[in-house]
């Protein structure tokens, strides 16, 4: 492979753990390769993007530019084509681009023993909770529940449940709704919920992605210790992408993916962003 040079894109981009996470898993596959950052905004994206040369292999997308990235990709792995988010571009003879958030919140529960459910709770009605929406519905869940600041922002993820035939019920945050198996926030890092306390209660497993600061708000509210946090969300959609990159597939495990799962975790208790 004569493309090497990989990068995360995205605006704010200093605080990412993408490239601490990426180098770990390419120092374990013997690479000769190298992946770092760039702070990209959604206006500058095109521009960076067609400013690329031959030795690049490939991005991994954050705020805000998956949506960016869709519209930029000329084929979509079927997630990335659900969600209308891309995360993650596989530069070549054609743009592929690919969607590991939702895999990377499968694989966070399945870590965590929760693999199946039937009711389900989202947290906000940005891209990240499209990507919530599909995991969800992949786990099982008939019934979805949006809470947002902005309803009127959540009907996307209506339309979306009718294509993947669940039900999906919108509502504000007040609208408060016990017993859940799991919920999913997808709000920004250092959101503060009035409602957290009672989002806590009969809310199941909580997979907050956000990471930093942490624990978060909500975490800190939960009634329980059923509590999974951002970065392992963060590490097993890495791992899918690490995936792509070598193999164009998020699907194919890598060689010694034991290994490299086992480097990226170490890296993230690295206290640099680097």
């Known amino acids: 492979m004569s493309a090497r040079r990989l990068a995360v894109w995205g605006d704010p981009i200093a605080h990412s753990k993408s490239p601490a996470l990426h180098s770990a898993a390419i120092r374990v596959l013997g690479l000769d390769w190298e992946y770092g950052r760039r702070q990209v905004n959604a206006d500058g ?21 998956k949506e960016q990235a869709f519209r930029a990709a000329e084929i979509l792995d079927p997630h990335a084509d659900l969600t209308g988010a891309v995360n993650t571009l596989l530069l070549g003879t054609s743009l592929a681009g690919f969607n ?30 499209s990507s919530a929406l599909v995991a969800v519905a992949e786990m099982g869940a008939q019934r979805i529940d949006v809470r947002a600041r902005r309803p009127e922002r959540a009907q996307t993820l209506r339309a979306l449940g ?25 709000l920004p890092g250092g959101a503060v919920l009035d409602t957290a306390a009672a989002f806590a209660t009969g809310g199941g497993t909580l997979l907050d992605v956000a990471y930093a600061p942490w624990p978060s708000a ?17 590490l097993h959609q890495a791992v899918r992408q690490v995936r792509v990159f070598v193999h164009g597939d998020p699907l194919h495990e890598l060689d010694d993916e034991a290994g490299v799962l086992t480097a990226m975790r170490t890296a993230l208790t690295d206290p640099s962003p680097s």
């Open 100 to 129: 590991t958030d939702v895999g990377g919140i499968i694989d966070a529960f399945a870590e965590h023993d929760v693999r199946s459910v039937s009711h389900a709770r989202i947290l906000g009605a940005g891209a990240t909770a």
């Open 218 to 234: 909500l975490a800190s509210a939960w009634t329980s210790d059923d509590v999974i946090p951002g970065l392992a969300m963060l």
């Open 45 to 65: 994206f095109s521009a960076a993007l067609h400013g690329l040369d031959d030795s690049w292999r490939g991005l991994s997308l954050t705020m805000p530019l």
């Open 162 to 186: 009718e294509r993947l035939g669940v039900e999906v019920n919108v509502g504000d945050f007040a609208a408060q709704v016990d017993g859940v198996d799991i919920t999913v926030a997808t």
